[in-house]
């Protein structure tokens, strides 16, 4: 793009301003600036433009109910697990890991996924994912292809980590890096924000940014090609995920889900958890991921029949897809969800101002909005303790002490079942490839021996 197709593009939009110190600029910011502007699409600023109109417009969920969530025991567990160890062994399932978030409450530099969580190596988060994504990979003599999507402030991180560390063990064949969108600032009246005279104040579109990137990048045709048919999908800051857990991924299979969730139960009522709910539109029944800020107190403290919670499961974001279901939900408009945040700017004079209450809209996609649109969907409960424990904070709750803890006191019981204690001050780690779940550890014999 030259600079006046850029001036036609973004007069066209009411954008021109994004041009106004263009004089001031050196060769190298211009053409910075034309790349940024190249990368903006007209059709999406005015579905920016739109959302800022419509405003924060909050749903009605008074009339929403809990879904039914299924507790798997027994025959029903065996029937699941068999149905997805089937899938695993034809090589029809796929890892999908949402990596490109800034980490902000973490306060950590690099992609979240480096940050180092191993209680004794300090290996980083990505070790524990990809290792267990090896290990399933070994015991079902089928490749589980490996996408991983990024920003483009952390994608040069992300991929030098791999490398660095051989992929962890994983055929570098099978995985498949992706970069998420950017969307531009505005302020509340539609104008682009420039936090530098040459730069475009832009922001990740979100985990919903997913579906485009998928589509842009190749990654879903990609799965097309490798008959993918199921896709796991999950978080990058929580290391006790299980990866293609083949209880889940056969409980999807066998309801013929396009969209499956893993949902765990609430450890207090207010817990900041976004909860599925059912809804009837038009004579059909229909769920909708309702946040937690749209939760009434009511709602919150509102007790079942049984005298638990009666919106007793939250959803950790733990999923699995159908990849036509992605495929289909690929060409389709995401809503958009807007916060408003402090964005640096530049005044009249040129001058960058930091400004000290918010003053424009960052705009973003949230993957759970595709919901609503699956024709068929279905909730899997399972034990908060075993399965999540994400970094999100330094310190405090959902930190790397409570994550470490957590990861510890899961192997301390794998350990255990085996017969080997280990003294609580003792550190563990266990890496996944060695043993992926208490099975596979005993397996092992490790327990012959042991005192
Ligand atoms: P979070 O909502 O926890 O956001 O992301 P975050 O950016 O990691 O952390 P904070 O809020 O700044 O502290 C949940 C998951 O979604 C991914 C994250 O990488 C994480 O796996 N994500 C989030 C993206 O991939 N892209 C985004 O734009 C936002």
Known sequence: MNYAEAEKM??????????????????????????????????????????LKAGAD????SKGKAPKVAVLKGKKLAEAVA???????????AALLVAGGQGSRLGYEGPKG??????????????????????RTIRYGAS????????????????????????????????????????????????????????VFMSPDGHGGLLAALKRSG??????????????????????????????????????????????AKRDPYEKVGMPMEFTVKGRKQYRMVEYTEMTKEQCERKGKDGNLYFLYGSPAIHVFDRAFLDREASRPMPL?????????????????????????????????????????SFLAFDQKEEFSPVKNAEGNDSPATCKADMQAKWRKWLAAV???????????????????????????????AE
Not at 83 to 93: I, M, P, Q, T
């Open 419 to 449: 017969g080997v204690t280990v003294a609580s001050d003792l550190p563990i780690e266990i890496d996944p490839a060695y043993a992926v779940d208490a099975i596979d550890l005993a397996a092992t014999g490790i327990a012959l021996g």
């Open 83 to 93: 149905a997805g160890e089937k899938e695993l062994k034809a090589g029809k399932v």
């Open 337 to 377: 969800h807007l916060a408003f945040k402090k964005i640096p700017y530049v005044d009249e004079k040129g001058k960058v101002v930091k400004p000290a209450e918010p003053n424009g809209y960052k705009f973003e996609k949230f993957i759970f909005d595709i919901l609503p649109n699956a024709k068929t969907a």
């Open 144 to 199: 589980i292809p490996f996408y991983v999507m990024t920003s483009e402030a952390n994608n040069e991180a992300t991929v030098k980590c791999f490398e660095e560390n051989d992929y962890f063990g994983l055929n570098p064949d099978d995985v498949f890096f992706f970069t998420q969108g950017m969307w531009p600032g505005m302020t509340k009246d539609g104008k682009i924000i420039l936090d530098q005279p040459g730069r």
């Open 219 to 264: 990654a879903l045709a990609d799965m097309k090609k490798r008959g993918i048919k199921s896709v796991f999908f999950f978080q990058v800051d929580n290391p006790l995920v299980e990866i293609a857990d083949p209880a889940f991924i056969g409980y999807h299979v066998l309801n013929k889900s396009e969209y499956s969730l893993k949902l765990c």
């Open 114 to 135: 480096c940050y180092s969580i191993g209680p004794i190596t300090g290996a980083p988060l990505f070790y524990f994912h990809a290792r267990k994504i090896l290990a």
């Open 58 to 61: 909050v749903p009605d969920s």
């Open 10 to 51: 973004l007069k066209k939009c009411g954008q021109e301003h994004v041009l106004a110190y263009w004089k001031k600029l050196n060769k190298k910011e211009q053409a910075a600036l034309l790349e940024q502007i190249a990368k903006i699409e007209p059709k999406n600023l005015a579905y920016c433009q739109q959302a």
